[in-house]
């Protein structure tokens, strides 16, 4: 690839960005696609309009995604650890509740230091849709972690010091990029797919757990949360991973609140309360695996 053409699809990104950062408004996290000309293969979808639920001027839950994105939430530079994670709501593949499970971590991330980045991947269950789970939502997903390392610099963000996060359906994305990750192609003219899809660390909450998963001892470590009254294949499911993933040789960490069912997110109030302190377990696991620390 020549200088030029390479210049040249540096500034298409960069002013790609920059247009979604201005078109949120003053005071809004920007949103940064994906792709600057869409999803590869859909192009032509690029500017098919989402569909969102709002309150206000925040997205509660959001539908019709063909042009994925992250927003971004970033620490203060005198609170930045250097710590990211990129998280991905649940939603059954069908709409993306963006809110609790979303836009409501991305500020308890900033808040405590780590840069936060919602993922808006597309939905294979949604009607009519053309995508699957397997393919295109989880090339979102290897894509974003593509994108953080690419941008790190940017965004104060230390490259090995990067996890993923997934509730309910969004734990398919972390499971898969957990344990079909590469090293990124040394030769490819996109430069943003020349970045590794490995994440750091993954953390999964009363997850969607693909049948077919084959664990090694160099997957990345896992924090595990679910309620012990969520359906049988959650938390018992959640509760063998930790099993195939110890036996595996992974380090791993798993919560089972008593008296606490599905979808708990994070909310401004909690029931039971004591499931507030969710976060704060995970930060601890963090910091005390050097996940977390500047460098």
């Known amino acids: 690839m020549t200088l030029k053409r390479l ?19 003053p005071g809004a996290p920007p949103v940064v696609p994906l792709w ?5 293969g859909f192009e032509a979808k690029k500017n098919d309009k989402e569909n969102a639920k709002k309150k206000g001027d925040l997205e509660i839950g959001v539908t019709n995604v063909h042009n994925p994105s992250l927003t971004v939430y970033l620490p203060a530079k005198d609170k930045a650890t250097g710590a990211a994670i990129i998280v991905c ?52 997903a290897q894509r974003a972690l593509r994108m953080v390392r690419h941008k790190a610099k940017d965004w104060n963000v230390n490259t090995g010091q990067l996890g993923i996060m997934g509730f309910s359906a969004g734990g398919d994305l972390v499971l898969y990029s957990s344990t079909k990750y590469d090293n990124g192609k040394a030769d490819a003219s996109d430069l943003v797919e020349r970045e590794s899809s490995r994440p750091n660390f993954q953390i999964l909450l009363y ?35 930790y099993l195939n993933m110890k036996r595996a040789g992974i380090n791993t960490e798993l919560h ?12 401004d109030r909690m029931n039971p309360a004591r499931l507030a302190a969710w976060p704060a377990r995970m930060k601890e696991w963090m910091s005390d695996n050097k996940l977390m620390n500047k460098k």
């Open 207 to 241: 997850p969607a757990i693909p049948k077919t998963l084959k664990f090694a001892k160099d997957n990345p470590p896992a924090f595990l949360v679910c309620g012990n009254q969520d359906r049988e294949n959650i938390s018992e499911g959640l509760a063998t991973l």
């Open 36 to 40: 600057a000309n869409g999803a590869p």
């Open 256 to 267: 089972i609140y008593a008296s606490v069912g599905h979808g708990f997110g994070l909310r």
């Open 89 to 140: 709501p649940g939603g059954g593949h069908n709409n993306l509740a963006i809110e609790h499970e979303g836009h409501n971590v991305g500020k308890w991330l900033a808040d405590n230091g780590i840069a936060g980045f919602i993922l808006k991947y597309r939905l294979a269950r949604e009607k009519g849709s053309v995508y699957k789970i397997e393919e295109h939502a989880f090339q979102d």
């Open 7 to 25: 210049l040249l699809a540096t500034l298409a990104s960069w002013l790609a960005v920059s247009a979604a950062a201005l078109a949120q408004g």
